[in-house]
């Protein structure tokens, strides 16, 4: 049985909805506590970080992709460490902010870990003018199907609309995405976009977990629709950025 079949298999046997939910419920690891520290502005939350181990532990993908390295890999490293093994394979605009963890992965034995460096700027794509990670599309290639997606990058004021799109055509049928900060108000309109022009369902949405969570099943692997409103929406969306001098908050 393939690593997609396994994990589809697995999320067929119960609700996935109510498995969430109840990990969701899980007082925070005091292991995850550990990895965690010391403390930084700009790492994940401790209770998503901690339903993040859950989920690749009780699930066991084989193949993670990561949008935005730093101490969440670590998490997600020693999460593929205590079930077979497996593949990390991370985008990250600003690799000097992730070395750290990064060379903490080297400890775990099995787990081929890769972080692809990619320049973000602004593009015009087909799905409208985007904050984009430029040439990786080989590279994502190259280490393809991902069962697993987990998005904490582009930064949230440039916009997360990017991350599925690019991924999209590289994740096995039933591969499960896990959006941070999802309380907030645009990546409620990145999951909306998504929606449109990806075979995507909404299987669980937390806005008190951490900064906000939502978990997304791809029903089949596609590559992204063209969507007329999602175009617009991008170009209304740099407008806004333009007329207050910087990028959204």
Do not use: C
């Not at 067929?12 to 498995?19: A, F, G, I």
């Not at 930064?155 to 994740?171: E, S, W």
């Not at 995507?200 to 692997?221: H, Q």
Request: charged content about 20%; overall charge neutral.
């Amino acid at each position: 049985m393939t690593t997609a079949a396994l994990l589809e298999a697995s999320l067929n046997t119960d609700s996935l909805q109510s498995r969430l939910a109840n990990w969701a419920r899980l007082p925070v690891r005091p292991d995850v506590e550990a990895m965690l520290q010391p403390a930084d502005e700009w790492m994940i939350s401790a209770a998503t970080a901690s339903l993040l181990k859950e989920m690749v532990e009780r699930l066991a993908p084989m193949s993670i992709l990561e949008f935005g390295a730093g101490r969440s890999s670590l998490i997600l490293g020693d999460a593929l460490a205590t079930t077979r093994g497996g593949k990390l394979t991370s985008i990250e605009h600003q690799p000097q902010y992730a070395r750290a963890s990064w060379e903490r992965l080297s400890q775990y034995p099995g787990i081929d870990a890769h972080m692809i460096t990619a320049r973000l700027g602004l593009e015009l794509t087909r799905h409208g003018l985007l904050h984009s990670y430029t040439d990786v599309a080989q590279p994502l290639a190259k280490r393809a199907p991902y069962d697993f997606v987990f998005v904490d990058a582009p930064p949230g004021h440039l916009g997360r609309d990017t991350a599925l799109l690019v991924a999209a055509p590289y994740l096995s049928p039933g591969a499960l995405i896990v959006l941070d900060d999802a309380r907030r108000q645009s990546e409620k309109t990145t999951v909306s976009r998504w929606e449109r022009v990806l075979p995507i369902t909404r299987v669980f949405e937390s806005d008190g977990i951490g900064r906000g969570v939502t978990v997304l099943k791809l029903g089949r692997t596609a590559t992204p629709a063209f969507s007329l409103r999602n175009f617009l929406g991008t170009l209304h969306d740099r407008w806004l950025e333009r007329r207050h001098g910087a990028p959204m908050p």
